[in-house]
């Protein structure tokens, strides 16, 4: 199986500061990488998908990147609404693997 | 619109059985494989079970092998995850996916003495 090794797992930034999290494979999956955002309550929001390619509607200030077997989500000029949990997600086999996720906390 | 909507859930004791259904609407059912991930309370996701877009091949977690069964109805647009020997550490929320971007809106299960 594929797993996901993703840090940090929890971080405060300030408001208007930028971010980056990680995420490591344990074997090469080329650019099968998806992040999500996750609010309390909801499902996870598709942020990005094939390590780079922004999903439609999601503000130019998240950007993905990586590939082979190392990924980074960065987020930049944060605001408030960004508060919220992230995960990487392998896509390159049929069973997903999740990342143990990443807290963000906007101060 | 793709929509996936969930039902079924509940409180269950250990050793029962709980069916969690997903509808699906807005897209082509019979075409799109479909995933099961669920999220214990304040932790992680984590991937449960795929079927594929005719319901011959489906793929488990090892932590559900044999006790979880996923099927589907094409002609219903329905999706279903029979879920049998229930554990306590089977309590989460459960989300069917199409893809990365349609979840449904999540059905807590709670498997508790």
């Known amino acids: 199986d594929i797993q996901m090794t993703q840090s940090p797992s929890s971080l405060s930034a300030s408001l208007g500061a930028g971010v980056t999290i990680t995420c490591r494979a344990s074997q090469t999956i080329s650019s099968y990488v998806n992040w999500y955002q996750q609010k309390p309550g909801k499902p996870p929001k598709l942020l990005v998908y094939s390590a780079s390619t922004l999903e439609s509607g999601v503000p130019s200030r998240f950007r993905g990147s990586g590939s082979g077997t190392d990924f980074t989500l960065t987020i930049s000029s944060l605001q408030p609404e960004d508060s919220a949990t992230y995960y990487c997600?392998?896509?390159?086999?049929?069973?997903?693997?999740f990342g143990q996720g990443t807290a963000l906390e906007i101060k | 619109e793709v929509q996936l909507m969930q039902s079924g859930g509940g409180l269950v004791q250990p050793g029962g059985s709980l069916r969690l259904s997903c509808a699906a609407s807005?897209?082509?059912?019979?075409?799109?494989?479909m995933h099961w991930v669920r999220q214990a309370p304040g932790k992680g996701l984590v991937w449960v079970s795929l079927?594929?877009?005719?319901?011959?091949?489906?793929i488990y977690a090892d932590s559900v092998k044999g006790r979880f069964t996923l099927s589907r109805d094409n002609a219903k647009n329905m999706l279903y995850l029979q879920m049998d020997n229930l554990r306590v550490d089977d309590t989460a929320v459960y989300y069917c996916a199409r893809d990365g971007r349609s979840w449904g809106q999540g059905t807590l299960v709670t498997v508790s003495p």
């Open positions: 807005g897209f082509t059912f019979s075409t799109a494989w």
């Open positions: 997600q392998q896509a390159h086999s049929d069973s997903w693997t």
């Open positions: 079927i594929n877009n005719d319901g011959r091949t489906t």
